[in-house]
């Protein structure tokens, strides 16, 4: 339950809250649609999430983070973007991590409108903290249950990974600057997470989801060589379908990359020989859009 002081009872708040009344009586047969559907889709084999995920993500959905282009990315936009394309991966990993990307610009684009993830977690009442950083004058960019795995990560675009986090005034938080992730959140698409209901969120566009998953996937350390495994195969599922039935969105992904200079080229043909080792069948449909890599 929510409380929301509107101010002193007036003629104008009464008007209000009839009003109020009265959309919610006519957008419930909507949501009860919807719960209807996301039951089918559950039955009928669709990716969901689990229930403590989803119940984050609805927290951030309804305190407006999506709204503010705020983009779901990691695993949980993977299932999303899963659904979107028609699959269907029962050997996707699960994680409780919540990645969510913002532009670096947000604070001058998005006019008024505000949201807070601070505030949007700690309505959940599930404990959630902020992770210190490992530099004390910085500020945290993660927040965590304690005694659990759930972690919410806030992330910005920046050009090397040792910049300082930024603060979004927009979230009230500070955003983490990964390199290439400007790449990866150009042109997102809506999508829906499916659990009981569903929640519309930002991901990336699925080939720019797969080629920023084969170019980071050479950013690894060597102690991280499960991540690297499941960054190429993620790539490969998406580019088994994507070569078949999106084609021109891996040539317009393709053209973007190669645009941002040779080492991008290089650290991508790298995680490319990976793929082609680890995945042969999804490397030779890839192969059939841009043959210009058999060079």
């Known amino acids: 339950m929510r409380q929301t002081y509107l101010g002193k009872k007036s003629k104008e708040l009464e008007k209000l809250v009839k009003e109020f009344k009265k959309t919610k009586k006519l957008i419930k047969p909507d949501i009860d649609c919807i719960k209807k559907l996301c039951a089918q889709l559950r039955v009928g084999g669709a990716i969901v999430s689990d229930a403590p995920s989803a119940r984050i993500i609805k927290s951030l959905s309804d305190g407006g983070i999506f709204k503010l282009n705020g983009i779901l990315i990691?695993?949980?936009?993977?299932?999303?973007?899963?659904?979107?394309?028609?699959?269907?991966?029962?050997?996707?990993?699960?994680?409780?991590?919540?990645?969510?990307?913002a532009p670096k610009n947000i604070d001058i684009v998005m006019g008024d409108l505000k949201a807070d993830v601070p505030n949007a977690l700690e309505q959940l009442k599930m404990g959630f903290l902020p992770?210190?950083?490992?530099?004390?004058?910085?500020?945290?960019?993660?927040?965590?249950?304690?005694?659990?795995?759930?972690?919410?990560?806030?992330?910005?675009a920046g050009k090397k990974e040792s910049e300082k986090p930024v603060f979004l005034s927009k979230f009230n938080t500070a955003a983490q600057p990964l390199h290439y992730l400007d790449y990866l959140i150009k042109d997102f698409e809506k999508g829906a997470i499916i659990n009981s209901e569903g929640i519309l969120v930002n991901v990336p566009n699925p080939a720019r989801f797969a080629l920023h998953k084969i170019i980071i996937s050479q950013d690894r350390p060597a102690f991280?060589?499960?991540?690297?495994?499941?960054?190429?195969?993620?790539?490969?599922?998406?580019?088994?379908?994507?070569?078949?039935?999106?084609?021109?969105?891996?040539?317009?992904?393709?053209?973007?990359?190669?645009?941002?200079?040779?080492?991008?080229?290089?650290?991508?043909?790298?995680?490319?020989?990976?793929?082609?080792?680890?995945?042969?069948?999804?490397?030779?449909?890839?192969?059939?859009?841009?043959?210009?890599?058999?060079?």
């Not at 499960?226 to 998406?238: C, E, V, W």
């Not at 645009?259 to 991508?268: E, P, T």
Request: hydrophobic residues 40%; charged residues 25%.
């Open 74 to 101: 990691g695993t949980h936009a993977f299932s999303v973007i899963g659904n979107m394309i028609g699959a269907n991966w029962k050997t996707h990993l699960k994680t409780q991590d919540i990645d969510i990307a």
């Open 131 to 156: 992770v210190p950083s490992l530099n004390p004058k910085n500020p945290s960019t993660s927040f965590k249950v304690r005694g659990s795995t759930l972690m919410v990560d806030i992330l910005t």
């Open 224 to 295: 991280a060589h499960g991540k690297t495994m499941k960054d190429i195969s993620q790539a490969a599922k998406l580019l088994d379908i994507l070569s078949e039935e999106r084609p021109g969105d891996i040539l317009v992904a393709w053209d973007d990359l190669k645009g941002r200079g040779k080492n991008w080229v290089k650290k991508f043909k790298a995680g490319l020989k990976v793929l082609e080792n680890k995945h042969q069948m999804e490397f030779q449909k890839f192969l059939s859009v841009l043959p210009e890599l058999k060079k």
